[in-house]
């Protein structure tokens, strides 16, 4: 990561970031030889850290919202798939050495995620969720999640999508900040994700493609499981900004399958909320 | 009949210093380009010819939403060349499910071209003329590697120029296609390397952070030089 570019990049944007940053130059000399020398994995926290300082007192409050409520649904995944990874109730067991690794990786991203994002909201940001706040059985509806590899597999699909979809959904709300680039850069390594857990699916025998395509009977879940329905609502749109996609300028391989496919759609905060509390305890809710 | 042959002249001068139908208006907008759009420039121009065919160029104006979403057109109109070529001859050694996939994206690819085509209408930028002698089609490790390139840069440029869009319906147009591509892209790279679908490591170069979670994110100047080889008209790149 080169820090001094990302400054050079904000400063085109807000021409007082320094300013904003130090009064004293110095200071900055110092966070520069600071980033030389401290670890790799630390640098995004003092990173996240110094822009608190410069941006804390003035982060708008919905962008606060937006940047916790992210923090909320990174907190759910990290449990997931960590819990998936060192759990002793967990009784399934990884088909490959690459299926656990591939988990693992997915894992380290989410964590990643939540120490960006504690660290971008720093005293604004949302008490902490603990897995002891979780329900990944989502009060039974997946009660072999962790006693059944393809339940799991199934249970990380919809949150992938799903967290692919919100980051999505929020992307108005952080328009022209450079926020917004963070939060484009890990709402896309989330669709990486559900990208390889849907390959991960099809290894195990499931009917689906890397990309959400057309249910079958032409209805929006592609999944071909019905408990996930919210995940997938209002995904079968064809038709973009006015402009059908079906078919266009005469190019009928684009069917309405592809059109589907060739485009996910966002999904409002509201509806997003109710899909993270299946896995919430009460009293744990967003 | 003095006149006349003055104000030809006058043209024929013009034609030779900027090179046929330039006109005016269009080589202040190009004078007044910034240092990197000029460094672009330089790099996209073609030797062939002998000078620089100003004539053929399209050109990205940054000024606006019509430049980001142009500049969006341009980079889907390389995918769906790419995939067109590879889908209407893979290589012998793809199983038929890399075969069907290798066709999804196609129609993928070319459904995002005509979208941008039909909403931008009359400010469409023209067709792009590719170059993809560098891919040799008949190799799985070769159109691999590209479209490995392809998906990857395209994730990165619709990532860093989300920032530059003004309008919120066509941010989240932005945002529906490029979570499509890290889809693709993830798909690819795990055919190449299975697990290495988001290995943020070996995209650093793209701006990746590994230890943040971050994927790819670049300016457009940085894109288009890393597309160049790929894109023989040349792309005049303004007010970025």
């Not at chain 1, 709300?173 to 926020?179: A, C, D, F, P, T």
């Not at chain 2, 590719?130 to 008949?138: N, R």
């Not at chain 2, 392809?150 to 989240?172: C, H, P, Q, S, W």
Request: hydrophobic share 45%; aromatic share 10%; glycine share 8%.
């Amino acid at each position: 990561m080169n820090i001094v570019n990302i400054l050079e990049e904000i400063e085109k944007v807000d021409g007082e970031i320094y300013e904003r940053l130090s009064p004293r130059r110095s200071a900055m000399k110092d966070f520069y030889s600071m980033g030389k020398k401290i670890a790799f994995a630390a640098a995004p926290l003092a990173l996240g850290s110094m822009f608190t300082k410069a941006y804390g007192q003035t982060l708008p409050t919905a962008v606060v919202n937006t940047l916790n409520f992210a923090l909320s649904l990174e907190y759910l995944e990290y449990h997931f798939y960590n819990h998936a990874l060192l759990g002793t109730d967990v009784t399934f067991a990884y088909p490959t050495t690459a299926a656990k690794a591939a988990i693992t990786t997915i894992r380290d991203h989410e964590l990643a995620h939540v120490n960006l994002l504690k660290g971008a909201l720093g005293t604004s940001a949302r008490a902490e969720i603990t897995y002891a706040m979780t329900d990944f059985t989502a009060s039974g509806t997946f009660g072999d999640v962790y006693q059944n590899y393809l339940t799991f597999l199934k249970v990380a699909l919809g949150f992938e999508d799903t967290g692919v979809r919100a980051y999505k959904g929020q992307a108005t709300v952080l328009k022209g900040l450079s926020v917004l680039t963070t939060a484009l850069q890990i709402h896309s390594v989330e669709a990486r994700h559900a990208s390889h857990i849907r390959q991960m699916l099809a290894a195990a025998g499931a009917s689906i493609k890397p990309w959400i395509s057309l249910g079958a009977g032409g209805i929006a879940n592609d999944t071909g499981v019905p408990q996930v329905d919210p995940v997938y609502a209002g995904e079968s749109l064809d038709v973009q900004a006015g402009v059908t996609i079906t078919g266009i300028n005469g190019n009928t391989g684009v069917t309405k399958a592809a059109a589907v496919e060739c485009f996910d759609e966002p999904l409002d905060g509201a509806s997003v909320a109710v899909i993270a509390n299946l896995f919430l305890r009460t009293g744990s809710k967003l | 009949m003095k006149n006349n042959e003055l104000e030809i002249k006058d043209e024929l001068k013009e034609k030779s210093l900027f090179n046929g139908s330039l006109g005016r208006r269009s080589f202040l907008q190009f004078a007044g380009a910034s240092a990197a759009g000029m460094a672009l420039v330089a790099a996209g121009c073609k030797k062939d010819r002998g000078y620089p065919d100003m004539n053929a160029g399209a050109t990205l104006d940054f000024k606006d939403d019509f430049g980001v979403l142009n500049y969006a057109y341009a980079l889907e109109q390389l995918e769906a060349a790419f995939y067109v070529k590879v889908a209407s001859a893979p290589p012998s050694s793809f199983t038929a499910a890399q075969k069907a996939y290798f066709q999804d994206i196609q129609f993928h690819e070319i459904a995002h071209r005509e979208f941008f085509k039909n909403a931008l209408s009359t400010a469409a930028i023209g067709s792009l003329e590719v170059d993809f002698s560098s891919i040799d089609f008949t190799s799985a490790t070769s159109v691999l590697g590209a479209a490995m390139t392809f998906e990857d840069l395209g994730v990165a440029a619709y990532n860093g120029a989300g920032v530059r869009i003004k309008t919120d319906a066509y941010l989240v147009l932005a945002g529906k296609i490029v979570s499509v591509e890290a889809r693709h892209a993830a798909y690819i790279r795990d055919i190449i390397s299975n697990g290495s679908f988001a290995d943020l490591n070996s995209l650093t170069a793209l701006g990746a952070n590994n230890a943040a979670g971050l994927d790819g994110a670049l300016t457009p100047d940085k894109v288009l030089a890393a597309a160049g080889k790929y894109i023989k008209t040349k792309i005049n790149v303004i007010n970025l």
